[in-house]
């Protein structure tokens, strides 16, 4: 089956950058995503590229996509401790209904 | 009011207790899900319903039950549950259109089973 793998941790200084990197197995993910889960909460949709991209900026966010080598990368910039929180990525597949795998998450911990 | 609304949000219950999550969505989407969240493992697909009707059950040990009513309610029924399977469960909708599919998260019930 799908395999999406990342790091459990991750701490940086506020203002910092922060690279939260995210590997998949499946060579036929259309879309791949990263969603924010803060304590006691839900998971939120940050963002999203498709496939046959290799970059998405939104704001402080960048999504890398290396699709040749299966890699996905959120980068987030000038980091803020209200960014602190467990980074989830998901890799969407396609095998007759549409199925959304997620990794183990990445927490992420800004110190001021 | 959040998109998506789950209750309770904390549930304790012994092993022979049976008890019942729900979860409510106003997001107007046309599927609905429930992931079990254990700490340090990927989220685990559990149920899906797409158009009120089950399309995908990884496997799930029948003590877990899910019951779609309609597009907007989702339950999961819950009996002789053993301590593994304290967890956090997470309920999500979506609007199912082709192309991106993109999840929207209750804040989930936190269940003990003692």
């Known amino acids: 089956g799908e395999d999406v793998e990342q790091s459990l941790f991750l701490s940086v200084r506020e203002g910092d950058s922060s690279v939260i990197n995210c590997t998949y197995t499946?060579?036929?993910?259309?879309?791949l995503y990263w969603y924010k889960q803060e304590p006691g909460a839900g998971l939120q949709l940050l963002t999203y590229i498709f496939s046959n991209m290799d970059m998405k900026q939104d704001q402080r966010l960048t999504v890398l996509l290396n699709k040749k080598d299966k890699h996905l990368s959120l980068r987030i910039a000038d980091t803020q401790t209200g960014d602190s929180a467990i980074y989830f990525c998901a890799d969407l597949l396609n095998t007759g209904f549409q199925k959304l795998v997620f990794g183990t998450g990445t927490r992420l911990l800004v110190s001021p | 009011e959040t998109g998506v609304t789950q209750t309770p949000r904390h549930l304790v219950m012994g092993m022979t207790n049976k008890k019942s999550l729900k979860c409510e969505q106003h997001l107007g989407h046309n599927a609905m899900y429930w992931y079990k969240q254990s700490a340090k493992k990927p989220l685990e697909l559990m149920f899906v319903?797409?158009?009120?009707?089950?399309?995908e059950n990884n496997s799930v040990p029948s003590r877990f039950s899910p019951e779609c009513p309609n597009s907007s309610h989702l339950f999961l029924h819950l009996h002789t549950l053993q301590p593994e399977d304290s967890a956090l469960y997470l309920c999500a909708s979506s609007q199912e259109q082709g192309g991106a599919e993109k999840l929207f998260f209750g804040s989930g019930t936190q269940l003990s089973v003692l």
């Open positions: 499946d060579s036929s993910s259309t879309y």
């Open positions: 319903y797409s158009l009120e009707e089950r399309v």
